[in-house]
């Protein structure tokens, strides 16, 4: 199968994309990692000829529109942006998330009325919150909706080793940027300050501002800094927390790679998915900083966190899951169930 996914530049959807292309084409299939701004939306079908375009609503084009209806049996997945009754609720100048707007609507409509496509509409939700915050796209406009929510990307982020240079209490990877900021400097930069005597390394390609600072880690040593850490935490965004239906990438990468995670409370998060302790849970900053302080005296106790949260990412929150999910919703079975037989394959292989 050739499957032509559009990348738009954007960086916080970029490992998603690319966790599950790689599945894609370890279950056999053709991925082309389409950047949108370096090559036109014709010259890419034209030369590809996908059976699957994954794209999404906001980037929605008349051009892409008029390809896609060149190609009746073309399967198309949209990455959609919220509409739902949850956001009738949001303060969207506190809560930056990103809303369908009244054109990329009518592109979808437009794009529906010629082709019956989308398939379906999906985003990184689980599917337990997909209808409070995109179920408009299925009640005002008739089209399916798919929680998908991120996943462990193996191939990248399993099996790091403790590294002597990367060793230290606590370990983080990420950048640090104005609305991210807002709950990393609640959680994170305290554990910074002149006087506490944490030893924290934090990488990313944004600068903190702080001594810990160390700077851009290269993708191939992220596993083995982060299992080097006796801590990893994993904070979220303000609407994360607040409204509790977005989980990011981070603690699967993290528990697939056996690190011990300590987070920031999303009710996602502690319902839907890591339900069986798998995730030391803070209420707030004061919080966080105290399990931290006692994890870091008792580090005897992060073993059976560890265990619990590997065994339930390997085995049901990778993106070989989700890509089955995908086959399935598109109806096709037989594909879901090559999936399994590929996903068994590797877990002997790589001993995961």
Not at 191 to 216: D, E, R, S, T
Not at 307 to 319: A, F, K, L
Not at 320 to 347: P, S
């Amino acid at each position: 199968m050739k499957i032509l996914l559009a990348h738009d530049g954007s960086p916080a959807h970029y490992f998603i994309r690319l966790g599950l292309s790689r599945a894609w084409q370890a279950c056999g299939h053709e991925v082309n990692f389409w950047d949108t701004q370096s090559k036109s939306v014709f010259d890419v079908f034209d030369e590809f000829k996908p059976d699957l375009f994954w794209g999404q609503t906001y980037n929605l084009s008349r051009q892409l529109i008029q390809c896609i209806s060149e190609y009746p049996l073309l399967k198309v997945v949209l990455r959609g942006s919220d509409w739902g009754p949850m956001q009738d609720s949001i303060d969207l100048q506190k809560y930056p998330v990103l809303v369908a707007n009244d054109n990329e609507r009518a592109l979808v409509q437009k794009l529906q009325d010629k082709t019956g496509k989308p398939n379906f509409i999906h985003c990184h939700y689980h599917p337990n919150r997909i209808r409070a915050t995109h179920g408009y796209w299925e009640e005002k406009m008739g089209v399916k909706i798919v929680g998908l929510h991120s996943a462990a990307d193996i191939f990248d982020y399993t099996k790091g080793h403790q590294l002597e240079e990367f060793k230290c209490d606590v370990a983080f990877v990420g950048g640090y940027w104005g609305y991210k900021g807002q709950t990393l400097s609640k959680y994170i930069m305290p554990l910074c300050q002149v006087g506490k005597n944490y030893n924290v390394k934090i990488y990313g390609n944004q600068a903190w501002g702080c001594p810990q600072y160390c700077g851009p880690l290269p993708t191939e040593y992220v596993k083995h800094a982060l299992a080097s850490a006796t801590i990893c935490p994993n904070i979220s965004e303000p609407h994360s927390q607040d409204f509790g239906y977005d989980i990011v990438e981070r603690p699967y990468k993290l528990l697939s790679n056996k690190c011990f995670c300590i987070s920031d409370y999303v009710d996602s998060m502690a319902k839907d998915v890591f339900t069986n302790d798998e995730i030391v849970f803070a209420t707030g900053p004061t919080d966080f900083e105290m399990k931290v302080n006692h994890f870091l005296k008792n580090p005897d106790e992060r073993g059976p966190y560890v265990d619990r949260g590997y065994m339930t990412v390997i085995n049901s929150e990778t993106y070989f899951h989700r890509i089955k999910t995908v086959f399935a919703e598109l109806g096709m079975d037989n594909e879901a169930k090559k999936v399994d037989i590929v996903y068994a394959d590797l877990r002997r292989t790589m001993k995961l």
